[in-house]
């Protein structure tokens, strides 16, 4: 369920990372608004967007940060990073590159921010089964050597958004008591 804006009893920031075109602002978009567009819109900046979760009798405000799509330059600023407990680095199921990539934002993400975060690899546009490149297990297996979650996700049918979103605010949540 959702609540007031300052209504809540801890807030977590949380970043999207990943390459251009993997969905991460759709995905941003499906679970603080229930909204999925075709387009790509990372000319329309916004810094972050939020949405509260009930964990435990308590409200747990998400901050979950977007790039402005400076990904695709490879120039994220640090303070993109700054004070982040959680990041959700985005691949492509269909796409190759995206997933080879993954571990070249799992390191920069480790370069800025505290060794105890909570980090989950998200597979999007899990409904493009047929035009899949990369296999769960492979990725499952990926996620298991680095410690970190991982699940499939839709933006457009959304599939495992809110779960995903949910599991991570969970977990960070977990580790800050
Ligand atoms: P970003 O650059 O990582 O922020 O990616 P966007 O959210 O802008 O999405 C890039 C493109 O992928 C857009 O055309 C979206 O409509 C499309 N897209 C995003 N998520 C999905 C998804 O789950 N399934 C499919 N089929 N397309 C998606
Ligand atoms: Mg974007």
Known sequence: ????????????????IGDSGVGKSNLLSRFSK???????????????ATRSINVDDMIIKGQMWDTNGQERYRAIPSSYYRGAVGAIIVYDITRNVTYENVERWLKEFRAYTDPGIVVMLVGNKADLGYLRAITTNDAKAFAERENILFMEASAQDALNVTHAFTELLTQIHIKAQ
């Open 34 to 48: 229930n909204e999925f567009s075709l387009e790509s819109k990372s000319t329309i900046g916004v810094e972050f």
């Open 1 to 16: 369920s959702t609540f007031a804006d300052d209504d809540y009893d801890y807030m977590y920031k949380v970043v999207l």
